[in-house]
C-alpha cells in the first residue's frame, strides 16, 4: 500500500528545534521528489521545502530559508525536515507528499498522490 507516514512535531520554545520524518511505505522515496507544506490556522496553505530525487536540488520558502533544513534519510525511506531557531509564526500543521518535480518555480503545484496525515508544529515565544 502506498503512504507517507509523519512523525515528529510537538510544541517547543522559540529558538529551539524540532525534526519532522516523512516515510514512505509501498515506494522507494528517494526515486521521488518530495515537498513540505504547512498551514496555520486561518491561513492558506504555504510551501516550505522540498527535495528532488536523489538530493540533487533543494528549494526553501523564504520564510524558513537558513533555519530549516530538508533532507533523505534513504536507511528509513524517509525525508526529514529540521527545523532549527524556530519562532512563534512556525506555528502550524506541516504534511509532507510526492512532487511530479522539485525542479521547477512552481514546485508547489506539482503535488500528487496521497498526503501525510499531517503533523502540529506549536512554537511558544
Known amino acids: 500500500q502506498v503512504a507517507l507516514v509523519q512523525s515528529g512535531g510537538g510544541s517547543v520554545q522559540a529558538g529551539g528545534s524540532l525534526t519532522l520524518s516523512c516515510a514512505a511505505s509501498g515506494f522507494i522515496l528517494d526515486y521521488v521528489a518530495v515537498g513540505w507544506f504547512r498551514q496555520a490556522p486561518g491561513k492558506e496553505r504555504e510551501s516550505v521545502s522540498c527535495?528532488?530525487?536523489?538530493?540533487?536540488?533543494?528549494h526553501y520558502a523564504d520564510s524558513v530559508k537558513g533555519r530549516f533544513t530538508i533532507s533523505r534519510d534513504n536507511a528509513k525511506n524517509a525525508v526529514n525536515l529540521q527545523m532549527t531557531n524556530v519562532k512563534p509564526e512556525d506555528t502550524a500543521i506541516y504534511s509532507c507528499?510526492?512532487?511530479?518535480?522539485?525542479?521547477?518555480?512552481?514546485?508547489?503545484?506539482?503535488?500528487?498522490?496521497?498526503w501525510g496525515q499531517g503533523t502540529q508544529v506549536t512554537v511558544s515565544s
Open positions: 507528499v510526492r512532487l511530479r518535480t522539485c525542479n521547477s518555480t512552481v514546485w508547489w503545484t506539482r503535488t500528487f498522490g496521497s
Open positions: 527535495i528532488s530525487p536523489s538530493d540533487k536540488l533543494r
